[in-house]
């Protein structure tokens, strides 16, 4: 692919905007009236760089943080046996895999369910800081953090949908049963808000600095 | 003043912003940014085919998947089974709302609206039927295709078959096999799915069906 005459130019620069659903490139110097301007091809509305982008991502990111706390320390699962209910939390389950034997599935929840939230805050929260501070070193592998966090997202669902299942099939009268805890509200909220957070962040402004 | 022909023979990085001449791949080539090495473009093989009849297939797998029973458990002498959709409901009579409702959008939602959205935006790219709302329909796909999560469900109940395997036995019934299919025929659609295909395709029918009026009313 060749580069565009003068080296480094951006679409920015050009005075074009490209549309982030459908990628149209357009002319955005003429913006109308109502200071809201819209895809020719697909109606989305397009801005040069994302509406209050590092605002909104400090908030989600720093919210998620502060949440990230009670879904870890609050249990996020109750089993009742024989009468007795026990709790037990998130490293609570892990343990409990390691102990069993069963380290790979350790290892899968350990990653979804406590690595991949951190890396997901502390990544968000490094890119932010490298914007503040213009850290022109890293690009490239920012960028590539970045879509890596993106992508990683969902994957920390994994022990809200596993929790649903168990309390669904779990379910054996006065023997045993399987109930949701406080820290699931916690733990879901945590990953709606860093997933946001990676919505919300808008790549091109590490670029820009 | 830039000129409109000038404008559509360049393309611009979604991560970066590098403003790049757009050049025509060959098929299973990647084009990749110069700049921060980011996926550009990626051509694929009869993408509105693939994604029509892969969507239909999915759309098929969609009401056992998420009705029919899943598992079976047997422990104690007592027999306990369920599906997707209890345990959406499980979660509701718990009284988890912030979680019942994720729960509800990301596993049963989400994937079936991507699914009938792809669906109807193929077909009718495929026979040629125009509607204003195509547009905003494969929009709305392109935002979906994240928060629906049937792949991340799937591993959710292979980690639970293992952490209940060794307290009771448990029958595997025909939603799970129809759960998998969907997963599978999601993760097809996501990969057989060539978005600047999709728009361009869209470009043209709109050109065409207002030729057509035009045309119609002369």
Known sequence: MALNKSHRQTAMDAGLISCHDCGKLMDGRHVPQNGHLACSRCNADVHFRKHQSVPTTWALVITAAILFAPANLLPIMQVELFGSVEYSTIMDGIIYFFHSGEYGIGLIIFMASILVP????VGMISILLSIKFKWKRWLRHKTKMFHFIEFVGRWSM??????ALMSTLVEFGS???????PAASYFAAVVVCTMFAALTFDSRLLWDA | MI??????????????????QNIHTVNGRNLFCPR??????QKKVDSISKVLAISMAGLLFYIPAIFMPLLTLNAMGMEQTGSIFDAFLCFYNQQYFLVTILLFFTSIL??????SILFTVSLQLKIRLYSKSLFFLFRTAHHLDEWGMPDVYLIAIIVSIIKIHKMASIEYNIGFFCFILLVLMTRATTSALDPECFWRALDKLKIASSNRKSNGSK
């Open chain 1, 175 to 181: 023997f045993t049963a399987t109930q949701a805890a």
């Open chain 2, 3 to 20: 000129m409109k022909s000038a404008i559509a023979q360049q393309i611009a990085c979604p991560a970066c912003d590098l403003l790049l």
């Open chain 2, 36 to 41: 921060c090495q980011t996926l550009l473009y």
């Open chain 1, 158 to 163: 994994l022990d809200i949908f596993v929790i």
């Open chain 2, 110 to 115: 989400f994937p079936l609206i991507r699914l």
């Open chain 1, 118 to 121: 951190l890396f997901k805050i």
